[in-house]
């Protein structure tokens, strides 16, 4: 079989994923998302506190690199999302029943050994464009949305602790987190196109806009992560209410709840490693 350009795509997909096992995916793809989110989050505020300490004003340098800071997080959210998007393909019955189903026998010829049938049908979408991931996901749970914060359910934030002082828990109390984070994202979308295809460009938007733009871009994947794993019984991370502190499990104890990473937690420096539990 010849190899086309997608799926050695997929392939190098699968190389830096670095997933042991299908039964390490979901807690590999959360972990890909903290650690991407991490990487980004503290060399941005990094630079910042640089700025800072040096009374230094904005200048071209931190427009360029707000610009690229902004196109990273969309980058992680399309890996973060395309990687979902197999998990369940992949492992939920009635969605692989309908992939299936779906498939046209010369397209079934076209998937090489190695590469699964929630890997392929990604090869459909461009889940860097807002209605393309919509639709992906709208064709594998059969719906028909007209906005990405229609899969912003009650039940997706429901459970899952993360600190106080974040934007997602006012937007919430507000009543406006569906219209907040749909304006985010499209802002934030139209931003990463520019600076990818306008040398000319130079962001020059409000702090605020940036501060929402991280807000969105760094909790809501983890939301669904926790939503996700959650359902179908995977590894996430937990947080334990009484002892204040997160671990990986599949099986959380009757004081341990879901927990998102937020942005002072990603540049904090005073963790501590407990014992491991027998």
Not at 14 to 40: G, H, V, W, Y
Not at 78 to 85: H, M, S
Not at 219 to 242: E, G
């Amino acid at each position: 079989m010849v190899k086309t350009f997608k799926i050695i795509e997929l392939q190098e997909y699968q190389n830096t994923r670095k997933c042991p096992s299908n039964d390490e995916f979901m807690i590999t793809i959360i972990c890909n998302l903290l650690n991407n989110l991490a990487l980004r989050n503290n060399f941005i505020h990094s630079e910042l506190r640089s700025y800072k300490i040096q009374n230094k004003k904005g200048d071209d340098n931190l427009r360029i690199l707000s610009g690229l800071y902004v196109c990273s997080l969309v980058t992680c959210w399309e890996t973060f999302f395309r990687d979902l998007f197999v998990f369940l393909c992949n492992n939920d019955k009635k969605i692989e029943n309908h992939l299936n189903v779906s498939l046209k026998q010369k397209e079934r010829n076209q998937i090489p050994s190695g590469i699964t049938l929630g890997e392929f049908y990604t090869t459909k979408y461009n889940f860097q464009n807002l209605n393309q991931l919509r639709r992906a996901f709208d064709f594998i749970f059969q719906k028909k949305t007209q906005h990405v914060s229609d899969y912003f359910s009650d039940d997706v934030f429901h459970g899952v602790i993360f600190a106080e002082h974040a934007k997602i828990r006012k937007w919430i109390n507000e009543g406006t987190l569906k219209s907040k984070i749909d304006t985010t994202l499209q802002k934030a979308f139209e931003i990463r196109h520019r600076v990818t295809h306008d040398a000319n460009y130079l962001v020059n938007e409000p702090p605020t806009l940036f501060s929402d733009i991280e807000c969105v871009f760094q909790m809501v994947p983890q939301f669904f992560a926790s939503h996700i794993a959650k359902k179908y019984m995977q590894k996430r991370v937990v947080f334990n209410v009484n002892e204040k502190s997160v671990r990986i499990t599949s099986s959380p104890e009757s004081n341990e709840v879901s927990y998102a990473f937020t942005i002072d937690d990603f540049i904090a420096t005073d963790y501590e490693v407990a014992p491991r539990q027998s």
